[in-house]
Each structure stands twice: as structure tokens, then as C-alpha cells.
């Protein structure tokens, strides 16, 4: 049983719905959602981005051989001597995918391949450009060019048979799919897709293709959500635009409900709203109400309804989306199952003084660059109310100005998060 929203509460120290921290939302919903538990088994080419359910032990060891990172001549290490170069003959050849199983003698080298099997008893290679080749046949190798043990790549020394390859938890990006192939492996157990259901509510809301009206605006805050689902690799049900009725709206909830892991609806949930948003999801489910210290954003409901996780963010177009990178994308990437569920937050020096009051968290829109000094630097894109989009599509990052920060001058460092791999 899945603890409820007093529960949670009760369990923070000075929770505040009235005045919570960024901090404070991070706390409480990582203590509200839990992970997916089905899993499925899918070919490697279909897992990009999906989270492994289980440790991938490795069957084998990669390399599963001693090899040559060198094209050049494989010799027993033992051999060279502090200043004195060292003549070899060439005993024989070993290919990538043909080794070399012939005895070689003091005195004796095999040429050898990238890749190729270190013959037994040779454990360091020598490239061929470091090499002349006399007119005996022997190659000489100049003195003091190489340590015994060089050019030679270990057995296992990328993943060692028996050993965790992959984590419980992993991300599968491309390197991790490269990874599982070189074990031989075809297929993977990851967790099941997370299914987002997603509306915008609000009557002054219009749906694509319906003639502008006086008063009001295009539903852009679904199709970003859509967007930001997609990124995340999410199967998002996607419920339109749900006028202010309570009907429409139970009708809305309920199915979002029946189909959804979490509800992400966009609008209704401010101070003061007339519409009948709020009372649905108090009535339909286990939800708190918000006001949450930070720029823009601020009212946010959060809670359960039936099976699902609701995420009420507010209407504007740029808390949407603040409050979806802030908070609601670490809780469903760990309702995914992932392990890591934060982004790395880089330091850029800020062309310009921005003001800021400390006591709130502050998400600036911003475009990270190298300054000429070669250090990143992060410039403000314009305008900075919570409705302008325009601001956000230029920007590459947020600038996280944190609680406790107060005014920030040009030159200052101030932490960024990357869009880049978040949305
Ligand atoms: P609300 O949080 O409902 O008070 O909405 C705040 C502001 O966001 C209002 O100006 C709304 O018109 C606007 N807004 C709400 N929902 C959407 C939406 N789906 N697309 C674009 N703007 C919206
Ligand atoms: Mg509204």
C-alpha cells in the first residue's frame, strides 16, 4: 500500500504546503512514486533508452583474450634493456581472428595485428613505426622507447566474465547497447514503458483547428508535454483539452486514471481559480496543493488518483515546463525504475548581473556558450515571463539560481542545466 499524501507529510520535517522548497517537492515525491514493476524482454535494436530491470552479469570476458592494441611485434618484455636496443627475428604472424600458435624462442618476435591473440609468453608489442628492419631481417627496436607490458590489452579489461556488466536500473543508451552485443547477448530485460496520460484544462483554451476568440489562446502546453514525454521515452495518452465542467472533467480523470502510471494536466491549479480543476482532483483523489518557493511555477498539485500519480503543474507555458524539468521528470524517471534520476547541473560564468531574491529558487532561461576567454559563459534569452515561449526555445539551459542565492553580478558563477539530454 502506497503511503498517502498526510503520511508523507507527516514524515518531513517542516512541510509546509504554503511555502515548500524546491528541496522540499524533491523530498516528498521521491517518498509519493515508486517504481514500475512488469518487465518485458526486447531485442537490443528496440531498448534505446530503456531502464534495465535486473544486474546483466557478463557470460564472458571482453576482451576474452589477451590482444594487441598495436599494429607491430609482439616480444617477451623481459627482454629489453636499459639503454640498449633490442634486435628480434620474426618467428611468425598472428591476425585479428587468427592467432599464433607457434614456440618462440629468446631473441624471437611474431608479428602481430590490432586485436590479434598475444601469443603465449609475449606480453608487450612494439608498433611497427617504432621499429627498422635490417637487412637480416631482424627488426631492431630503438633503446629506452618502451616498458615491459606495453601496446598489450588484458583479458576482461573492459568487463570480466561473472561481473556485473550493466545495473539494475541502467539507462540503455547507445554505448550501454554496444556493450550488451559485445557480450553476445540479443536480448535484454528492461521494465515496462511508463504511461503518462496528459490534458490541458482551462475554457479559455483552445484546441488546434478551432477559429481564434477573443480572450483566448492556443493549447500549447500539451503538445510540449507530449514533447517532453516523448524525450523520455514514455507512452503518453493524450486526452485533449478538457473544458471547465465538472462532468468533462470527472470523465477526464477517471479515464486518465483507469489507463495511466501518472496524470500530468496543465492549468487550474493557481490561487483563486474559479474553475471546478481543484475541487475534481480533491474529490476524485489523495492530492496536496502547493505553493512552492521558486520562479516561475509556484502552485502545483500533486497527489493520487486511484492507482495514478497526478502532477497538476500550472498553466503557464514556461512553469510547465520548469516545473516538469524541476520536478516531475526526476519522479517519473524514477517510477521507470531508474537509478539515476538528477541532471548535472554545469558552471558558467553569467555575462550579466541578475537580480534575485533569496528565499525562492529561480530558473532563468539561458544560452550557454565559450566566452573568449575559453571559459562557458550563460547570457539571460530575454524575456523572462512565465508565459513567453520564445525565450525558452532560444535558451540551451536554465540558469538554477538556488534558494538561499541573492543577487548574482556579471562574471559570477552561476549553476546551468542543460537542456541536452533532459528535454
Ligand atoms: P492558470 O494556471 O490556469 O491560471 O493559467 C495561467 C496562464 O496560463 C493563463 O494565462 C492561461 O491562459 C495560460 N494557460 C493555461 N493553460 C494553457 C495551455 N494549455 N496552453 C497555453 N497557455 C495556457
Ligand atoms: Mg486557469
Known amino acids: 500500500m502506497s503511503a498517502s499524501i498526510a503520511e508523507i507529510a507527516a514524515q518531513l520535517q517542516g512541510y509546509d504546503p504554503q511555502a515548500l522548497s524546491a528541496e522540499g517537492v524533491g523530498e516528498f515525491l521521491a517518498r509519493l512514486v515508486s517504481p514500475v514493476t512488469e518487465t518485458e524482454t526486447i531485442g537490443i535494436l528496440s531498448a534505446l533508452d530503456r531502464i534495465v530491470a535486473a544486474d546483466l552479469v557478463s557470460p564472458l570476458s571482453v576482451p576474452p583474450h589477451d590482444n594487441s592494441a598495436m599494429d607491430g611485434y609482439a616480444f617477451d618484455g623481459a627482454q629489453l634493456a636499459a639503454g640498449a636496443p633490442l634486435q628480434l627475428e620474426v618467428a611468425g604472424t598472428a591476425l585479428a581472428g587468427k592467432a599464433w600458435h607457434g614456440a618462440v624462442g629468446p631473441g624471437q618476435c611474431v608479428k602481430i595485428m590490432t586485436g590479434a591473440i598475444m601469443p603465449a609468453g609475449l606480453d608487450t608489442v612494439v608498433p611497427q613505426e617504432f621499429t627498422k628492419t635490417g637487412a637480416d631481417g631482424r627488426i631492431e627496436i630503438p633503446a629506452g622507447m618502451l616498458q615491459p607490458g606495453d601496446n598489450r590489452r588484458h583479458k576482461g579489461e573492459d568487463l570480466m566474465q561473472g561481473q556485473p556488466a550493466l545495473r539494475a536500473g541502467d539507462r540503455l543508451g547507445p554505448a550501454a547497447l554496444g556493450l550488451v552485443a559485445s557480450l553476445g547477448i540479443a536480448e535484454v530485460t528492461v521494465r515496462r514503458r511508463l504511461r ?25 502546453n500539451r503538445y510540449t508535454v507530449h514533447g517532453l514525454l516523448q524525450r523520455l521515452g514514455c507512452e503518453v495518452i493524450d486526452l485533449g483539452v ?182
Open 242 to 423: 478538457v473544458r471547465d465542467q465538472p462532468a468533462l472533467l470527472e470523465a477526464a480523470f477517471t479515464a486518465a486514471a483507469a489507463q495511466a502510471d501518472a496524470i500530468i494536466t496543465s492549468g487550474g491549479v493557481s490561487v483563486g481559480e474559479a474553475d471546478f480543476t481543484k475541487a475534481m482532483m480533491k474529490k476524485l483523489g489523495d492530492v496536496a496543493f502547493w505553493k512552492i518557493a521558486m520562479r516561475p511555477g509556484r502552485p502545483m498539485a500533486v497527489g493520487r488518483i486511484g492507482e495514478s500519480v497526478l502532477f497538476g503543474l500550472p498553466g503557464n507555458p514556461v512553469a510547465v515546463m520548469v516545473t516538469y524539468l524541476a520536478f516531475v521528470r526526476p519522479a517519473l524517471l524514477r517510477m521507470m525504475g531508474a537509478r539515476s534520476t538528477g541532471t548535472v547541473l554545469l558552471k558558467a560564468h553569467s555575462a550579466e548581473a541578475l537580480r534575485k531574491k533569496p528565499g525562492r529558487t529561480e530558473y532563468q532561461r539561458g544560452t550557454v556558450s565559450r566566452g573568449a576567454d575559453g571559459v562557458l559563459q550563460v547570457r539571460i534569452t530575454g524575456n523572462q515571463g512565465s508565459g513567453v515561449l520564445s525565450s525558452m526555445v532560444q535558451a540551451n539551459g536554465l540558469i538554477v539560481l538556488h534558494h538561499g542565492q541573492g543577487n548574482v553580478a556579471a562574471g559570477d558563477e552561476v549553476d546551468v542545466m542543460m537542456f541536452d539530454g533532459a528535454i
Open 196 to 220: 503518462v496520460a496528459c490534458f490541458s484544462t482551462g475554457d479559455e483554451i483552445l484546441s488546434l483547428g478551432e477559429p481564434p476568440r477573443e480572450g483566448a489562446v492556443y493549447d500549447s
